[in-house]
């Protein structure tokens, strides 16, 4: 037996990191021109990795909204280079950056960003029908992750129908809906009560398995205990990191 097999068989392996779903290098973002110009995103460096929940925390203004608009392919950065689920999306045109993100991304929006005249189950079959599903099959998964968000008897509501927080769930339910890889959302216990937040928040740690993440902005510290990992921004920059031994199960 060599020795390096030796070490191999006696010495506890270190934990892997899961696989980057998401890496930005260099970010920087400036909104405007000439004396107008605001410096959203000074420079910045970031990773989110699968099997972690990551917070992004920092004061209003920071950059947060920014910086997940900018990881999620939603925006353009001014400088520097963004990877998501493993395709540098900075170098591909608009269609393909939408067919990396439909793909790979659930995004949950802090103002919902519903199809008004739709009702919830079309709201999440509509995403999971251009996920390339079938009309039955989208609508029998609409129907379960809607269910599994607590909203199996409001189906057929549209959102003109629905309180703040049935809203953010049917937001929840669409960002969910095909087990992206990722999901990034913005506030998204922000318009909730307290009990409706936790089980919000549970069921995106449900989500975070060997080969998926989360990233979400908040404010809420009652969401660090359910995180791995807590970053913290300033003035456009991530300024901090904090990592938080979780119970893995
Ligand atoms: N479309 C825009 N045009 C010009 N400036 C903008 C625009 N969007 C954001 N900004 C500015 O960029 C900076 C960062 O904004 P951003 O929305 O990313 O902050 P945030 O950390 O998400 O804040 P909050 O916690 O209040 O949501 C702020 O100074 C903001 O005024
Ligand atoms: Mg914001």
């Keep these: 037996m060599s020795a390096a097999t030796a070490t191999a068989r006696t010495v506890p392996p270190a934990p892997v990191p899961g696989r980057v779903l998401v890496r930005a290098l260099g970010v920087q973002k400036i ?17 989110v990795r699968a099997g972690e929940l990551t917070l992004l925390m920092g004061p209003s203004g920071s950059g947060k909204t920014t910086l997940i608009s ?36 659930g995004f949950v929006f802090q103002t919902y960003n519903l199809f008004p005249a739709l009702t919830a189950l079309d709201n999440v079959a509509t995403v999971l029908r251009m996920k390339g599903l079938s009309a039955a ?37 669409r960002a969910l809906a095909g087990d992206p890889a990722l999901v990034i959302g913005d506030e998204v216990t922000a318009a909730l009560d307290g009990a409706t937040g936790m089980r919000v928040i549970a069921i995106l740690r449900e989500h975070v398995r060997p080969d998926t993440g989360v990233l979400l902005v908040t404010h809420d510290h009652r969401l660090e205990v359910f995180a791995d990992r807590i970053l913290a921004m300033e003035d456009g920059r991530i300024v901090a990191e904090r990592r938080i031994a979780q119970e893995k199960t």
């Design 31 to 47: 909104y405007g021109q000439g004396p107008l110009a605001t410096t959203a995103l000074a420079e910045v460096a970031v990773e």
């Design 70 to 105: 900018i990881l999620a392919g939603l925006m353009r950065p001014s400088a520097g280079s963004v990877e998501l689920c493993g395709a540098c999306i900075t170098d591909l045109d608009e269609a393909r950056v939408a067919a990396v993100r439909r793909r790979h991304l």
């Design 137 to 173: 099959r989208a609508a029998a998964q609409a129907r379960a992750t809607l269910g599994h968000v607590g909203l199996g008897d409001r189906l057929h509501h549209r959102p003109g129908e629905l309180s703040g927080g049935q809203k953010q769930r049917v937001a929840l339910a």
